[in-house]
C-alpha cells in the first residue's frame, strides 16, 4: 500500500523561510502535489512535481527527489495570511492514479 | 469565472435519516470528485466522474452511499440512512482533464459539513 508522512505541525516567525517536508512510499510513484488550506476553507493547489528538481512559484518551490521519495515545499518571505494546512498528495499507479493525501502540516506563523 | 459551488454548507441530521449533497463543477469541467475531509486528516476520495461516468468509486460505501452525476454537469451525493461516524466535511473537486491530462491541479468547492447527531 501507499504511506505519505509529514510533520504535523511547523512554527515560523514572519518573513523567516521554513520547509515542509513530506516521504512517501508508493508503486508506480507519478507525480507529487502540495495544497493548502485554511481553516474552514477549501484545498487550493499550489504546485506539482513529476520530475526531480526545484519547481519555483513566486515565495512558493517545491522540490522532488524521486530517488529518495522525497519532496518538500519552501515558502519564503512568510506572511501571517501563509498559516495554513499545507497538505503533500501523491498520485500513483497503485492508488489507481488518484491523489492520495498525507495528513497535512499545520504550519503556525509567528510575528 | 465562477468557482465550484455546493450546498448546503452546513447540515445536521439525526442518525439512521437521509441527507443529500449537491455540487455544480467549473464550467467545461469533465472530470468531478467526491472526497470525505475528517478534522485534521487530508481528503479521502469517495468517487471520481469523467462526465457522466463514475470511473473510480473504490472507496465508495456503497451500502449507503450512491452518486450521480447527470449529463455530465451537476453531481449529487447521498448517503442514506447517515451513521454518527459519517460526520465530516464533504468536498466537491473538478479538473478540466482526466488523469492523462498531465498535471494535477484540482479545484474545490468550500464543502459541506455534515455534522450526524
Known amino acids: 500500500g501507499q504511506s505519505l508522512e509529514q510533520p504535523s505541525e511547523v512554527t515560523a516567525v514572519e518573513g523567516a523561510i521554513v520547509q515542509i517536508n513530506c516521504t512517501y512510499q508508493?508503486?508506480?510513484?507519478?507525480?507529487l502535489s502540495w495544497y493548502q488550506q485554511h481553516d474552514g476553507g477549501a484545498p487550493t493547489f499550489l504546485s506539482y512535481?513529476?520530475l526531480d528538481g526545484l519547481e519555483e512559484t513566486g515565495r512558493f518551490s517545491s522540490f522532488l527527489s524521486r530517488s529518495d521519495s522525497y519532496g518538500y515545499l519552501l515558502l519564503q518571505e512568510l506572511q501571517m495570511k501563509d498559516s495554513a494546512s499545507y497538505f503533500c498528495?501523491?498520485?500513483?499507479?497503485?492508488?489507481?492514479?488518484?491523489?492520495?493525501w498525507g495528513a497535512g502540516t499545520k504550519l503556525i506563523i509567528k510575528p | 469565472e465562477a468557482g465550484v459551488v455546493q450546498s448546503p454548507r452546513y447540515k445536521i441530521i439525526e442518525k439512521k435519516q437521509p441527507v443529500a449533497f449537491w455540487c455544480n463543477p467549473i464550467?467545461?469541467?469533465?472530470?468531478l470528485y467526491w472526497y470525505l475531509q475528517n478534522l485534521g486528516q487530508g481528503p479521502e476520495l469517495l468517487i471520481r466522474?469523467?462526465?457522466?461516468?463514475?470511473?473510480?468509486d473504490s472507496q465508495l460505501p456503497k451500502d449507503r452511499f450512491s452518486a450521480e452525476r447527470l449529463k455530465g454537469v451537476d453531481s449529487t451525493l447521498k448517503i442514506q440512512p447517515a451513521e454518527l461516524g459519517d460526520s465530516a466535511v464533504y468536498l466537491c473537486?473538478?479538473?478540466?482533464?482526466?488523469?492523462?491530462?498531465?498535471?494535477?491541479?484540482?479545484?474545490f468547492g468550500p464543502g459541506t459539513r455534515l455534522t450526524v447527531l
Open positions: 473537486a473538478s479538473s478540466p482533464r482526466g488523469l492523462a491530462g498531465g498535471g494535477d491541479e484540482q479545484f
Open positions: 464550467s467545461g469541467h469533465n472530470t
Open positions: 466522474y469523467e462526465n457522466e461516468e463514475a470511473v473510480d
Open positions: 508508493t508503486s508506480g510513484f507519478y507525480g
Open positions: 512535481n513529476a
Open positions: 498528495a501523491v498520485r500513483a499507479m497503485d492508488s489507481n492514479y488518484q491523489l492520495i
